[in-house]
């Protein structure tokens, strides 16, 4: 699905380039995907962001059956 997407919102490629490589996605319109391109500022804030989240989740987790 992603793929498709890219290829056509974003790489330029017809629809039916993008299906030949990438299969037609079923029950999925591109309207439902914000394919806008973001900075690597933004990026980096947001991947770090979750990374954090799920590394406090993790360590949480291990604490918790460090105790069992």
Do not use: C, H
């Not at 629809?15 to 999925?28: H, Q």
């Amino acid at each position: 699905i992603a793929a498709y997407f890219e290829a056509t919102l974003l790489a330029g490629f017809s629809t039916a380039e993008a299906t030949e490589y990438f299969g037609r996605p079923r029950g999925f319109s591109a309207d439902r995907f914000d394919l806008t391109p973001k900075s690597v500022t933004w990026a980096q804030t947001a991947f770090l962001k979750r990374f954090k989240t799920l590394d406090a989740m993790r360590q949480s987790s291990f604490v918790a059956n460090s105790a069992i």
